[in-house]
């Protein structure tokens, strides 16, 4: 199947074959025709099965054929959690409509509000914005939607997850009810589900994958190893399976830092990006991760959502996340479009009971592996141990005494991962631009 056999305008496939996409992903195969229809849709999709431009092309289609905006009105707009997500929606709404005359617009929190208001005063056939500022703009009078023909919910649980529910609720009472809604999300959850049954009208359900279940492409390896010998763990994998380009995730911001400050000890290029960091931090630090400058860039959740990078081969979780969905978003960052990629969680003693969630999430049981030299004490208490076999993890400019038997051969009996192709360093695309506020603040 090709993207012209979906129906789509010659000037939106001409743009596809430019970014060389060779066939619509299955996503788009399904979802494309169903908008262009002008049906609901509520697609379970996460971030790397092409969703966006599945939601994007089909949008610039219909705005094509209607008329053009007026002044202060918006046309479509699609609502996400983040900022970095707004920021990138945008800029494929930005790519995929090059060659049309469409006006689009992103709007978010945390930078100035009157250059936005100054935008909008042309109107926007296609606006991308996050929940809050979106409010603060109408609440200003700088836009009206009157005009609205298409709403978009993108990562629509991930909204729900953040505290946006009041938000969105006021936002939908404020748009006209004759409309086209199309809702994504990585999990259909029962909250999702409610939100979709007062929003959606005989909507189309599409799910590329099943429901809750973890991109096939991406193989899935289960370290247990004991917590004070996870950095050990980690610089050894990295070095010795020369990983390239790691997205690592951590569960706070302060033991990001701290595993920043320790892989730089140990000479692995390294920088971190959370909720605490500039803008101009984030931006720098993933810009050096595209380029190949950072080899490791660790992440809270918050921070990473959003983040585009094309066909990223590693993604670790160096903390198992508190909420077993978040699994699935993490490792949404991996095989992306197709690509495969692995994603290795360190699991500690103390993690046991999310692994066991994630396993009932994702319906899937993990094979729990140990790497020779690492292997977890079974005696060791939970937290607070002694590394064994002498490695040490000292401050920042210390370097790390390893003394084990991590031979390739040794590896390769014991751990799967001795087996891993080596990734080649790649170039990516979009850079994120802005920060996220942490869950529960009101939207950005
Ligand atoms: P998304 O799931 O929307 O975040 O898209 C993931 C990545 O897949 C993006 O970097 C897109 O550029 C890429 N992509 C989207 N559609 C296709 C396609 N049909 N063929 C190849 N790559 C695609």
């Not at 007026?70 to 970095?84: Q, S």
């Not at 790519?95 to 049309?100: A, E, R």
């Not at 692995?268 to 960091?277: D, K, L, M, Y």
């Amino acid at each position: 199947m090709t993207f012209s056999d979906l129906g789509l305008d010659a000037a939106l496939v001409r743009t596809v074959e430019e970014k060389g996409y060779l066939e619509p992903s299955p996503i788009q195969a399904q979802a494309i025709p169903a908008i262009l229809q002008g049906s609901d849709i509520m697609a379970a999709a996460q971030t790397g099965t092409g969703k966006t431009a599945g939601f994007t092309l089909p949008l610039l289609h219909r705005l094509n054929l209607g008329k053009p905006v007026r002044n202060n009105r918006v046309r479509a707009l699609v609502l996400t959690p983040t900022r970095e997500l707004a920021a990138q929606v945008h800029e494929s709404v930005q790519t995929y409509g090059q060659h049309l005359k469409l006006q689009s617009s992103v709007v978010f929190g945390g930078v100035k509000i009157n250059p936005q208001m100054m935008r909008l005063r042309r109107g926007a056939d296609i606006l991308v914005a996050t929940p809050g500022r979106l409010i603060d703009l109408y609440e200003q009078n700088a836009l009206q939607f009157n005009d609205l023909e298409i709403l978009v919910l993108d990562e629509a649980d991930r909204m729900l997850d953040m505290g946006f529910i009041n938000d969105i609720r006021k936002i939908l009472a404020l748009l006209p009810k004759k409309r086209q809604n199309l809702l994504f999300s990585a999990t259909f959850s029962d909250d999702i589900r409610k939100l979709a049954k007062g929003l959606l009208k005989d909507p189309l359900e599409i799910s590329v994958s099943p429901q809750n279940s973890t991109a096939p492409a991406v193989e899935q390896i289960i370290y247990e190893v004991d917590k004070t010998n996870k950095t050990a763990l980690l610089a050894h994998l990295i070095k010795e399976q020369q990983w390239n380009q790691v997205l690592v995730f951590g569960r706070t911001k302060h033991g990001a830092d701290r595993l920043v400050r320790q892989l730089t000890a140990l000479d692995i290029p390294s920088a971190v990006i959370h909720g605490n960091r500039s803008q101009n931090q984030r931006t720098e630090a993933l810009a050096g991760f595209k380029q190949g400058k950072v080899q490791v860039l660790v992440a809270t959740d918050i921070a990473a959502r959003g983040i585009d990078i094309d066909q990223l081969p590693y993604v670790v979780n160096y903390d198992l996340p508190q909420v077993a969905e978040d699994y699935v978003h993490r490792i949404g960052r991996t095989g992306r479009a197709g690509a495969s990629g692995y994603a290795i969680s360190l699991v500690s003693m103390d993690e046991k009971k999310q692994l066991v969630d994630i396993e009932k999430l994702t319906k899937q049981k993990f094979e729990r592996q140990q790497v020779l030299g690492f292997e977890p004490d079974p005696h060791a208490p939970k937290t607070d141990t002694k590394p064994k076999n002498s490695q040490n993890i000292k401050s920042p400019n210390s370097t790390v005494k390893v003394k084990m038997n991590h031979s390739a051969k040794a590896l390769g009996a014991k751990s799967k991962a001795g087996a891993k192709p080596k990734a080649a360093s790649q170039p990516a695309n979009t850079p994120a631009r802005s920060k996220n506020r942490p869950r529960q603040q009101r939207a950005p």
